[in-house]
């Protein structure tokens, strides 16, 4: 378990005030409106800072900036939800310059994925406030017609009283339940945040984990990094999601796939080790709780993951 018990975020409005900031890569402008139309045209109030598409390098502006932007919606109080605009790479950058303190005291739900994982770590482990692993502003619900299944579990985590879903795998383990809380995401950003205090002490957890666009042997050179640090073996359930694009590239050599990474991973660890729980860098993705409890149910033939929403007293 983590040091101190998390802070879960207080219930949100239905319908909510959703703060959008850019912590990370540079915005487009035409996604963000049409994230920002599809959030008000399902009834929220959405405030978007005139700094969101500001844009300094590869960033959403100057690290200054960034940081100074959040910070002001994080102040304000109508706010109820934010939520992250994009990813790519920034938070990395800013992690020393946000006031974590006021983060956990704020009690705000804050949700994002992929670089967001930073925030999600140390927000927990500094701020001691339970965030969300979901979508992203521009890129779910900006970029496209937004994935129905996407919204529906978004909304299920956010404003009912809890959510689950099973996956259809042969996983040859014995049928039984375990619960821990439910942490993770991006598997880089996890390792990257090895060593440092951004990482949350989580033991006994339900570990779920996700890459894109890196060779399965990188990958597992990414497991290899949390076993050697003891965070693989100190789990109680690890869950694979989708590794999006995870794929040999170079003919000239050994076609390690994932299903070679997944075999090394078990081999690692003595807690169960299961693949398709449906998150990631993909349209179709569950909302994940991170620094909450959850529940597996392990069946013949499948698995259930069940979590509460922030509804739920």
Not at 22 to 29: E, H, K, N
Not at 41 to 53: F, M, N, Q, S, Y
Not at 285 to 293: D, E, N, V
């Amino acid at each position: 378990m983590a040091e101190a018990a998390p802070r879960r975020p207080r219930p949100p409005a239905a319908p909510a005030t959703i703060g959008i900031f850019a912590p990370s890569g540079a915005v487009d402008g035409e996604r963000l409106a049409k994230g920002v139309a599809r959030l008000e045209a399902d009834g929220h109030r959405v405030v978007v800072p005139d700094a969101t598409l500001d844009q300094w390098r590869y960033f959403a502006g100057t690290d200054a900036g960034r940081v100074a932007a959040f910070h002001r919606l994080l102040e304000d109080p109508s706010i109820d939800v934010m939520l992250a605009a994009r990813g790519g790479y920034g938070l990395t950058r800013v992690l020393g310059d946000i006031d974590w303190a006021r983060v956990g005291a704020s009690g705000k739900v804050f949700a994002g994925f992929s670089d967001f994982t930073a925030f999600n770590c140390a927000a927990l482990a500094l701020g001691g406030l339970a965030t969300l692993h979901g979508p992203l502003l521009a890129v779910d619900f900006g970029d496209g017609e937004p994935d129905e299944y996407m919204r529906r579990h978004f909304a299920a985590t956010l404003w009912q009283g809890g959510d689950a879903e099973t996956v259809a795998v042969d996983h040859g383990l014995a049928p039984g339940t375990i619960s821990g809380m439910l942490w993770g995401g991006n598997l880089s950003m996890l390792a990257h945040l090895v060593g440092t205090p951004y990482l949350p002490a989580v033991r006994g957890g339900l570990l779920y984990v996700e890459e894109i666009a890196e060779e399965p042997y990188a990958v597992e050179r990414l497991f290899y990094q949390l076993h050697h640090a003891g965070i693989l073996g100190g789990q109680a359930a690890i869950l694979l999601g989708d590794f999006e694009d995870c794929v040999p590239r170079n003919p000239a050599r050994y076609p390690y796939a994932m299903a070679e990474v997944a075999e090394t991973v078990r081999a690692l660890v003595s807690c169960p080790v299961l693949a398709g729980l449906p998150f990631g860098h993909v349209a179709r993705k569950l909302t994940l709780p991170f620094g909450m409890p959850g529940r597996l149910d392990i069946a013949p033939g499948s698995w259930t993951l069940s979590w509460p929403g922030l509804a739920m007293p």
